[in-house]
């Protein structure tokens, strides 16, 4: 028995797979978010406890072969030498250090960085985080003896073992052509002096063995950290050559193509996270659109998410003439394009549009906006999906109709603890003396072929959708190109 887990941002979940892949045993337990304002932070003993109560729910007293950890990336997580917490951990979603990010951006550190690592600033990165707390909190950064992410700390409590892999370290410090961490680019944020803090980079998976500290782990288990949830759930969907991509329809949609080199040379805008060859990195572009929009739509429209896939079928392309544009996160759009001005409309409407029209208007704004991002990241190959949205047969339908190739539906459940024990075996199998079939622990579970007819309309309205996206940021801009 093998067990992947991922912790995300408010649901802990651990997969208990048989040899063959299949699963076992599925749990999830929710995990809370505290703060104010734009501060947003979880408590590492909620999050550790979690993780003893999805394990020991799933393995029911037997000792698994391997337990295999994923989760959120980015935020930090402070913590001493035996993983205990010196203050809540600031989340990915904390937007404390907008101003400082603003300023970078201002006076070029931020494309500096993005030449150097191949990765953007946000406010909820390590980086900016780090910057701030060493600003206004220095005393939390000299209790820490790590500064790391979720996974990350979670390995060090449960196993003593300090270290990162290879995607959390990415972002923003990593140099891809050394795989090391770049003194310069620490430098440029003002956080060199607290380099100190960041964990080693395992050359495979952080491993280590259980100290038998957490219920479901006996002393003794082989545990290994990473990649984080991103590059998990690529890998748990067979996602591995250059130019193939998955789309992840969640909250927010996580669009990522494999590619063989960092493009240090295009406009700064997504991550390039590594992977373990040398010649392999995920592209991510997560735009803040996904089924936060179709939910607000669903809410104004009174209409239920058991309705979707019917109204989708009983409505034709093109949604009546309305069109619309899905950006409605309060902190704008970061990808493909990175404006915080970004705002969500509608176009087209008269005394004859219906809530089915605005509904499927929406539906289709966000996978436009997917196929920009998949576009974007150099997606040539073959697509697989995941996530919530994919719940729905019909605008599973219409998103390869717009992006016009097949989707390949990932094998559930959670493809991101799937892949976390793929990566596991594939970086410490001889260790663990353990080998898998990757194509049978990948193996799609449908794949939706796209209406030719239906691909050939939304290429025109797909022009059409980009022309308004411009339009809409020339008016963002103002009469006098200012933001």
Known sequence: MFVGVDMGTSVAKAVAFAEDGAALGVESVPISLGGRGDQVEQDIEEVVRAAGTVVAAVTAGRTPALVALT????????????????????????????????????????REMYRRTGNVLFPGSPGPLLAWLDRYEPRSL??????????????????????????????????????????????????????????????ALPYG??????????????????????????????????????????????CQVV??????????????????????????????????????????????????????????????????????????????????????????????ASRADLVRAMCEAIAFAARHCLEAAGLTGDLAVCGGGTRSPAWLRLFAEVIGRPLRVARGPEPGARGAVLAAVAARGERLGRELDVAAWTAPEAVVDPDPAGVAFYEEEYARYLFRVESARARWRGPDGAR
């Open 71 to 110: 989760g959120q990336g980015d935020g930090l997580w402070l913590a001493d030498d035996r993983g205990r917490a010196v203050r809540p951990a600031l989340s990915w979603m904390d937007g404390r250090a907008g101003d400082l990010v603003a300023g970078w951006m201002a006076d070029g550190t931020a």
């Open 259 to 352: 590619v063989e080199r960092v493009a240090f040379e295009e406009e700064p805008v997504g991550f390039h996270l590594a992977l373990a060859r040398p010649d392999r990195h995920m592209r991510a572009l997560p735009a803040m659109t996904g089924t936060v929009a179709l939910d607000w739509v669903l809410g104004i429209t009174g209409t239920s998410h058991a309705q979707l896939s019917e109204l989708l079928d009983g409505t034709p392309r093109g949604a009546g003439g309305v069109a619309a544009l899905p950006y409605l996160s309060p902190s704008g759009e970061r990808v493909p394009f990175v404006d915080h001005t970004a705002r969500a409309e509608f176009t087209g409407l008269d005394l004859r």
């Open 142 to 203: 000299d209790a820490a003896t790590t500064a790391a992410c979720c996974k990350d700390i979670l390995h060090l409590r449960l196993t003593g073992e300090r270290s990162t892999d290879l995607s959390d370290a990415s972002v923003p410090f990593l140099d891809p052509r050394t795989r090391a961490y770049a003194p310069e680019a620490l430098a440029a944020l003002g956080v060199g002096h607290r380099a100190g803090l960041l964990p080693p980079i395992a050359a």
């Open 209 to 254: 063995e259980a100290l038998g500290n957490v219920p479901g782990l006996p002393a003794g288990t082989p545990v290994t950290s990473g990649p984080y949830d991103l590059p998990a759930c690529a890998i748990g969907a067979g996602v591995t050559e250059p130019g193939d991509g998955l789309l992840i329809v969640g909250t927010t949609l996580a």
